[in-house]
């Protein structure tokens, strides 16, 4: 462990006044609870940051005790104690399971389902480490040595801040700044890991970046942030979450994603999330409130969300692309699920500033039980966006008489030759549909999973394809216990 | 009397009918004024007034409007929706004006007069409307209504008895004549039609030139079982008005409440309307088209209230916006618990004639029931150059053919007006627009 006697002085030497207790605490690799700038100095310290990184931190948390939470999603939650959260805890190793055997055979039967490998079931349960699992080493490593000699840089942030300090320097923040909303500001003044990402000029990135492959560093934190330059001429794909269910003793996570497409670049980004989602009545399920957007600052940049949203007591995430660059291209797929008493208050912000920019979103929002869901998007068309179109659809699908399905899409358009299409519907699934694949001799449920399937194939489609086949199996999954 | 902020609203209550009433009515006007208070005076920091920015007319300072002057029927303004011959009821800034007003005709069945004259009579029998949870639920989430509900003092109450079917449209017109600076009106609109009852309602809202005059209107629509209404409104306000009115109805069961509403005139026009289909069966269809040119701000806003199931609703808004007009456009849809069987629709769409021109959509579903068809649509952008391509080729010029599409797009909206000679009048108001003769010419 690196928190030494020297790390403990520079502290001092940073904060001027450090009380006994507090040292202890930096051995015991977990900070006091609360949220102060003491923390964050203990933080940055421990990651070794940079002075910069340090005032940026302090700069972002002086913002974040300007602002009040939000409150006009559509999501009810009790009110969060932020001075009653680790801030910051060192990853440890837990002991974990000895063998499957010992697994909730829930669990299990949930990644037999998804149809997970037996040795990949293994990791997600803990039962092994990733590092433990010799396959995973060698093909990690492989691939790290791969992209690095083409100069991809892929690593943790916090490697990257004390590596790469220019890069970080130029973008971090730069299009989610440190003033941009109350998650994301706490987020800027105290995170602790996450991603970084830089594609060279003209590289095609040969294979799907993602976490799942940045080894040591499975236990992201609750605050994530992560940061990918695409460079000119560039393209890669980066793949978020896995559809296996993830369990997080963190209940609050405030992550923030930045992307920045240069002139010819292409980001693809998806996302499938799958945390837990509390109990029946909703209670102990994690907390998700994200800010992710990117910048398409050059000429015929594109960026693509794709998001598979099923887990989460509580979602509230909008990835938003700024159009900057002339012909830029912004897409956003979206398929959240909520069953049971999950709230989802999710859509995307499409800022149309270049000519020529195109944006597409396509929203499809399935709600069971008693759960409560959201689209909420913006499409502005700015006065200089000359010839930009825009196309929305969002669908949702309600399950039962329980449940909500709300549409709030804001459109702004101050450009005349700026095209502008919005729509949406709100529906249940179709009894003779219904009829027809019972009578074909499905059951009820895979009746419905099937139906719902073809309702959201059109995001499906857009997933890289490993992922696209354990979705659809996901999206089955969620709906468990919804009908009937 | 000195001049006040908007805002402020200090409440120059007329001492008079302030007294008259009884306990209930005088309840009424301070849950009004409390429920102002409460809620104080839109900001764009209010979500439902994001797009529409009143502050200027908060600071505007007011009078009450001057008192009438001495008109006679040859006054009236000569592009009116309807002819002479039509019963008429005229308001001129927001008092009725029995002069002008023409009640012989009324037919049998139909009591229609001045708000004023029934709070000193009997204003017993307007409390079921003006207790009613709708009308409570605007006190408590319009500030602006709220503000009317504490000045109620004068306007229209029109009455139609169960199962009187009214042959041809009503008239119904109100007009501002400026003061000397600013005035302020709150004028009140009573409509409640019993179980059956049909009629037709044209309305317009116009103005002099001069000074600016602010029109804080709210108008409640109670619609018995199986009653059916067309309320046609235009908005014609003089350049420097400002209009802010909503229309409350509830609608019973099978009843049909059928809104038109064209916006022409105006410096800033806020036209809410808030439908509660209240009956199983009970249908609105609230549509309306607006132009909007230089300097001009046209918000319509509405919500429809799915509380029973088995209702019906559709809406379609269409917008020009030329110059820097600015348009704004909210709907929103929202479906109760219990609603099933629920139908709504909701379509918008603007064309933006010019650079500088803005519009700002904001369409809402808000459901919890799920044997539902709702949908929206909303589109924005400019001339279909291949229509207008199309129409040159035939050898009409440049200018025409723009005019013709866009009389053709808001034309579209207008065929909703079921009455042909109000339908008519609205197109050459249209018309009058396109040629740049928006507010209203007559004389005083």
Redesign the interface.
């Known amino acids: 462990m690196v928190a030494t006697q020297e790390t403990v002085e520079t502290l001092q030497d940073v904060t001027g006044q450090y009380k006994y207790g507090f040292v202890t605490d930096i051995e015991a690799e977990t900070a006091p609870k609360g949220l102060s700038e003491d923390i964050i100095r203990f933080i940055s310290a421990r990651k070794e940051e940079p002075e910069w990184m340090l005032e940026w931190r302090l700069k972002a948390y002086r913002h974040w005790l300007t602002l009040e939470e939000p409150t ?1 999603a559509a999501v009810t939650y009790p009110v969060i104690d932020y001075q009653n959260i680790h801030y910051y805890s060192a990853p440890k190793h837990k002991e974990g399971p000895k063998s499957l055997d010992e697994v909730d055979p829930e669990l299990l039967e949930t990644y037999s389902k998804l149809g997970i490998p037996l040795k990949e079931q293994e990791i997600l349960a803990g039962v092994v480490a990733v590092d433990a699992v010799f396959d995973s080493v060698s093909v990690a490593t492989t691939y790290k040595k791969k992209l690095a000699d083409m100069g991809v840089i892929f690593c943790p942030i916090s490697e990257a801040i004390r590596e790469h300090p220019e890069l970080v320097q130029r973008y971090l923040g730069s299009v989610v700044p440190y003033t941009d909303n109350f998650f994301a500001t706490m987020n800027c003044a105290v995170f602790t890991d996450g991603s970084f990402v830089y594609i060279p000029k003209g590289l095609r990135c040969p294979m799907e970046l993602s976490t799942y492959f940045r080894i040591n560093e499975r236990n992201t934190g609750q605050f994530e942030r992560t940061l990918i330059i695409a460079d000119e001429g560039s393209e890669v794909s980066y793949l978020e979450g896995c559809t296996a269910p993830q369990r997080d003793e963190n209940q609050l996570h405030a992550a923030v994603v930045e992307l920045i497409a240069l002139d010819n670049a292409r980001i693809k980004y998806s996302t499938v999330q799958n945390w837990y989602p509390g109990d029946a009545e909703g209670r102990g399920g994690i907390y998700n409130f994200v800010t992710k957007r990117g910048a398409c600052r050059g000429v015929n940049s594109r960026i693509s969300w794709t998001q598979v949203e099923t887990g989460s007591a509580v979602t509230w995430k909008y990835p938003s692309c700024l159009l900057q660059g002339d012909n830029s291209v912004g897409e956003f797929y979206s398929v959240a699920i909520t069953n049971n008493a999950q709230q989802a208050d999710t859509g995307t912000k499409m800022i149309h500033i270049g000519r020529n920019t195109r944006s597409r979103i396509v929203s499809k929002g399935i709600a069971a039980g008693r759960s409560d869901q959201t689209y909420r998007g913006l499409v502005r ?1 700015l ?1 200089k966006a000359e010839g930009a179109r825009n196309h929305t659809q969002c669908d ?1 699908l ?31 699934i179709s009894d003779d549909q219904l009829f027809y694949c019972l009578q074909r001799g499905l059951s009820q449920e895979e009746a419905v999973a099937l139906i719902v399937n073809g309702f959201c194939k059109e995001v499906l489609q857009t997933l890289p394809m490993e992922f696209a086949v354990e979705a659809q199996k996901l999206v089955g999954i969620s709906l468990e216990g919804s009908v009937g | 009397m000195t001049a006040t902020p908007v805002a402020a609203a200090t409440p120059f209550l007329d001492p008079e009918t302030r007294a008259e009433g009884g306990g209930w009515l005088g309840a009424v006007r301070q849950a009004g004024l409390d429920g102002y208070r409460r809620q104080g005076f839109p900001t764009p920091r209010h979500e439902a007034w994001k797009y529409t920015n009143l502050s200027a007319v908060g600071r505007l300072a007011v009078e009450t409007p001057p008192a009438v002057p001495a008109l006679t029927a040859a006054d009236l303004p000569g592009d009116r929706l309807l002819p002479l011959d039509v019963p008429r009821l005229v308001f001129v800034n927001g008092r009725f004006s029995a002069p002008l007003s023409d009640l012989d005709r009324l037919p049998a069945g139909v009591r229609a007069g001045s708000l004023r004259a029934v709070l000193l009579t009997d204003p017993g029998h307007l409390r079921p409307v003006l207790e009613r949870p709708q009308a409570q639920e605007a006190v408590a989430t319009l500030p602006l209504a709220a503000l009317n509900t504490g000045f109620l003092s004068d306007g229209l109450v029109l009455e139609i008895d169960a199962g009187v079917s009214v042959e041809g449209p009503l008239h119904i017109i109100h007009l501002s004549v400026p003061g000397e600076s600013a005035t302020l009106a709150h004028p009140r609109g009573l409509i409640r039609l019993g179980a059956g009852a049909r009629a037709t309602l044209a309305v317009s809202y116009s103005g002099l030139p001069g000074a600016p005059s602010v029109i804080n209107a709210v108008t409640d629509v109670v619609l018995g079982e199986d009653a059916h209404l067309s309320h046609v409104r235009l908005l014609a306000e003089a350049p420097e008005g400002v209009h802010i009115g909503a229309v409350l109805a509830t609608v019973g069961a099978r009843a049909r409440y059928d809104a038109f509403t064209l916006t022409l005139g105006g410096r800033l026009v806020r036209n809410e309307i808030r439908v509660l289909l209240d009956g199983e069966g009970a249908q609105a269809h609230v549509n309306g088209a607006y132009a909007a040119r230089k300097g001009q701000h046209i918000d319509n806003t509405v919500f429809v209230d799915h509380a029973v199931p088995n209702a019906k609703s559709s809406q379609l808004f269409k917008g020009v916006l030329d110059e820097t007009g600015r348009g704004v456009f909210q709907g929103k849809i929202l479906v109760r618990r219990d609603a099933q069987g629920t139908d709504g629709q909701q379509l918008h769409q603007a064309l933006l004639l010019t650079p500088g021109a803005e519009v700002d959509i904001k369409p809402e579903l808000q459901i919890y029931a799920d044997d539902v068809a709702c949908s929206h649509g909303a589109t924005a952008g400019e001339m279909d150059a291949e229509a207008l391509f199309y129409l040159q080729s035939r050898g009409i010029d440049e200018e025409t053919a723009r005019a013709l599409l866009v009389e053709a797009f808001l034309e579209d909206a207008l065929t909703t007006v079921a009455d042909e000679a109000v339908r008519d009048a609205l197109t050459e108001r249209v018309r009058d627009w396109q040629r740049g003769r928006a507010q209203a010419t007559w004389n005083v």
């Open positions: 006009w068309m006065p949702s309600l399950i039962g008489d329980r449940c909500g399905a709300h549409t709030v899409p804001y459109i702004e358009s101050r450009n005349p030759s700026a095209k502008v299409e919005h729509e949406a519907t709100t529906s249940r």
